[in-house]
T-cell receptor
Framework: AQTVTQSQPEMSVQEAETVTLSCTYD???????LFWYKQPPSRQMILVIR??????QNATENRFSVNFQKAAKSFSLKISDSQLGDAAMYFC???????????FGKGTKLTVNP | DTGVSQNPRHKITKRGQNVTFRCDPI?????LYWYRQTLGQGPEFLTY????????KSRLLSDRFSAERPKGSFSTLEIQRTEQGDSAMYLC??????????????FGAGSRLTVL
């Protein structure tokens, strides 16, 4: 079964600085999708960024970018110019081929210090 | 478009009681998903519907759990004879899938279940 590992239960960053959240996954498939979702306290989960495994180019969405290393099965999220509103739980997720299931990691709690 | 709506937001019940959660997806979305999230964990897939058809169910969905999506609109998740281990946040999500590839889910705020 596919697994997603987020090795950093908690991270903190100073406002305006850059932080990188780690994610590794295990799969034998070659075609899949990876996601980062953000879950602010007591609010719904929202999509931050998505990466198709067949694309070599790393996805970017404004201040958010990923470092996708397919051979290493690594999918890290970089947040640049961190803002107070970035404070949340961040979940890495893998879309299982042939299924509609998303497999989530345990999450990383990001604190942004003013 | 008011997003994905879930009710009730919080339910406290005694062990052995039945509970039902409702999810109203984004109206244009044809797919609807249920996930369960326990404290300190990421969401775990329970089941999903395409229109009114339930196409996939997780092994986590025991016989005490049943989900429906009549007429392909709102969905209900019923838990019978609740156990303390059922205490969790139940998340609903919806998406529009018109072709191949992984679609993007829009999540609701969740329904938190506490079983005493």
């Amino acid at each position: 079964a596919q697994t997603v590992t987020q090795s950093q239960p908690e991270m903190s960053v100073q406002e305006a600085e850059t932080v990188t959240l780690s994610c590794t996954y295990d799969t034998s498939e070659s075609d899949y999708y990876l996601f980062w979702y953000k879950q602010p306290p007591s609010r719904q989960m929202i999509l931050v960024i998505r990466q198709e495994a067949y694309k070599q180019q790393n996805a970017t969405e404004n201040r958010f970018s990923v470092n996708f290393q397919k051979a290493a099965k690594s999918f890290s999220l970089k947040i640049s110019d961190s803002q107070l509103g970035d404070a949340a739980m961040y979940f890495c997720a893998y879309h299982e081929g042939g299924s509609e299931k998303l497999v989530f990691g345990k999450g990383t709690k990001l604190t942004v210090n003013p | 478009d008011t997003g994905v709506s879930q009710n009730p937001r919080h339910k406290i019940t005694k062990r052995g009681q039945n509970v039902t959660f409702r999810c109203d997806p984004i109206s244009e979305h044809n797919r609807l998903y249920w996930y369960r999230q326990t404290l300190g964990q990421g969401p775990e897939f329970l089941t999903y519907f395409q229109n009114e058809a339930q196409l996939e169910k997780s092994r986590l969905l025991s016989d005490r759990f049943s989900a429906e999506r009549p007429k392909g609109s709102f969905s209900t998740l019923e838990i019978q004879r609740t156990e303390q281990g059922d205490s969790a946040m139940y998340l609903c999500a919806s998406s529009w899938q018109g072709g191949s590839g992984a679609n993007v889910l829009t999540f609701g705020a969740g329904s938190r279940l506490t079983v005493l």
